[in-house]
């Protein structure tokens, strides 16, 4: 009996180690996203980082998206492979995409490109739904049992071609597209809602991260912020 007690409390001690390693390299991160935002300030338009975005990358568990191989390099400020060739985005434009979408605590949000799970977790702690879309079966529902894990249950995934976006539950507050496609999809701009914002990357190699806004009477204004570099929107065959 003493053996298993010292046992437990030896595990519980290792656990709670562990999650508070993550803690700090949590903060830290956000050190250095807050440091690169304001490096590039004057590219980006964006000086800083709003709280409520800055408090979502402080709290969501990334090193419980990534592939186990992987978790030592969660925190770092660094794209990462998430299997199937595809890749999460580098912390940094995790948030710099979060802050240009300007979620609201009420919005409904579309984001297309689940990869690993852990964008739309940041926008879960933001907005009131989230619905993501992911072309990959196995990514999909890898990133759909970590989201249920982790009690992201304001998010509804499914497996599928995203250039349609989701018909079911338009029109969207915001809508966040993860891989580049060479143009804007004309069926993500129709399931807009007037006053709503669309944040994508545009083009080949590297691409011109756009926000695109649809007014309130449904003519749309396009700004491009920043280069980036994403994996390609692949279509269904
Ligand atoms: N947002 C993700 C990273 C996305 S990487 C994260 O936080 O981890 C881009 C993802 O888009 C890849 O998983 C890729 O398989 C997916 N993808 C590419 N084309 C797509 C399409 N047409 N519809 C849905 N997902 C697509």
Redesign the pocket.
């Known amino acids: 009996m003493r053996a298993l007690i010292s046992a437990i409390a030896l595990l519980g001690l290792s656990v709670s180690a562990l999650s508070s390693e993550f803690v700090d390299a949590r903060r830290q991160m956000v050190e250095e996203i807050k440091t690169m935002a304001a490096t590039v300030a004057r590219e980006t338009g964006v000086a800083q980082f709003s709280p409520e975005v800055l408090a979502a990358m402080e709290t969501v568990p990334r090193h419980a998206?990534v592939p186990a191989d992987q978790r030592d390099a969660a925190y770092r400020n660094r794209p990462l492979p998430?299997g199937?060739g595809?890749?999460?985005?580098q912390p940094f434009i995790?948030a710099m995409m979060t802050e240009l979408l300007r979620v609201r605590p009420s919005d409904r949000i579309l984001?297309?490109?689940?990869?690993?799970?852990?964008?739309?977790a940041v926008l879960a702690k933001l907005a009131r739904d989230v619905y993501s879309?992911?072309?990959?079966r196995a990514?999909g529902e890898t990133a759909a049992a970590a989201l249920k894990r982790e009690g992201f249950d304001n998010v509804t995934t499914k497996i599928?071609?995203?250039?349609q976006g989701w018909p079911e539950y338009a029109p969207f507050d915001g809508i966040m597209v993860?891989?580049a496609p060479d143009h804007i999809p004309p069926e993500l701009i129709d399931q807009l809602k007037p006053g709503g914002r669309l944040v994508i990357p545009v083009g080949d190699l590297v691409q011109d991260l756009m926000v695109v806004e649809k007014k309130r009477d449904g003519t749309t204004t396009s700004t491009a912020v920043v280069p980036v570099r994403?994996?390609?929107?692949?279509?269904e065959k």
């Open positions: 998206f998430v199937h595809q890749t999460i985005s995790v984001e297309v490109g689940t990869g690993s799970g852990y964008q739309a879309i992911e072309i990959v990514l599928g071609d995203g250039y993860t891989a994403f994996v390609p929107l692949t279509r």
